[in-house]
């Protein structure tokens, strides 16, 4: 039982690349989202996930896309990476409402 | 208002203290709350969930006051271990989690 696995946990772009961040997770959970955390601000949600074929916008969606075609995986695409989106990305999921999430590891993104 | 507000800190503590965290959340219709750690670089782990009736844990308590809207961490006989970034969470609707800011602890000899 791995939990929220994330990848990669380090990565640097250059402005205009694009690329997407993996996480799965092996608990059978329906709910997952991604949140970005930046220093003085608390972790912002950027999408997240009620079950597969499902997503819908959090707090800080643009610039980026997810889909949820299973249960285990939610990966979040970053269209074209500005130096805006420097930060720590988290990916959490929980069996159901009202629960507790789990977060993977993170991943530590620099854009240049 | 914020949704979430909570003291930055940092609160330093001697090793054996007794440390109280308050966060205050603007939504009334909150139903649940939780504490989570996070420890420097690393991801937030649960600690407790905070239930109406209050919630303890060993050295951890957990309460809600709603009348007042906020809840509170008192964590007793404070270990160096302990020292970490406390967040509260306010969930919403699809399970949807609003983060505070975080309380700093530095537990010291």
């Known amino acids: 039982n791995a939990g929220v696995t994330q990848t990669p946990k380090f990565q640097v772009l250059k402005t205009g690349q694009s690329m997407t961040l993996q996480c799965a997770q092996d608990?059978?959970?329906?709910?997952m989202s991604w949140y970005r955390q930046d220093p003085g601000m608390g972790l912002r949600l950027i999408h997240y996930s009620v079950g597969a074929g499902i997503t819908d916008q959090g707090e800080v969606p643009n610039g980026y896309n997810v889909s949820r075609s299973t249960t285990e995986d939610f990966p979040l695409r970053l269209l074209s990476a500005a130096p805006s989106q420097t930060s720590v990305y988290f990916c959490a999921s929980s069996y159901s409402n009202g629960d507790g999430y789990t977060f993977g590891s993170g991943t530590r993104l620099t854009v240049v | 208002r914020k949704e979430v507000e909570q003291d930055p800190g940092p609160f330093n503590v001697p090793e054996g203290a007794t440390v109280a965290f308050n966060c205050t959340y603007s939504n009334s219709a909150s139903q649940s709350f939780f504490w989570y750690r996070q420890d420097c670089r690393k991801e937030p782990k649960l600690l407790m969930s905070?239930?109406?009736s209050g919630n303890e844990d060993g050295r951890f308590t957990a309460q809600l006051n709603r009348a007042s809207q906020y809840i509170s961490l008192l964590i007793r006989d404070s270990k160096l271990s302990d020292s970490a970034t406390y967040l509260c969470?306010?969930?919403?609707?699809?399970?949807?989690?609003?983060f505070g800011t975080g309380t700093r602890l530095q537990v010291t000899l």
């Open positions: 969470v306010v969930p919403g609707t699809a399970s949807k989690l609003t």
């Open positions: 608990m059978n959970h329906e709910y």
């Open positions: 905070v239930y109406s």
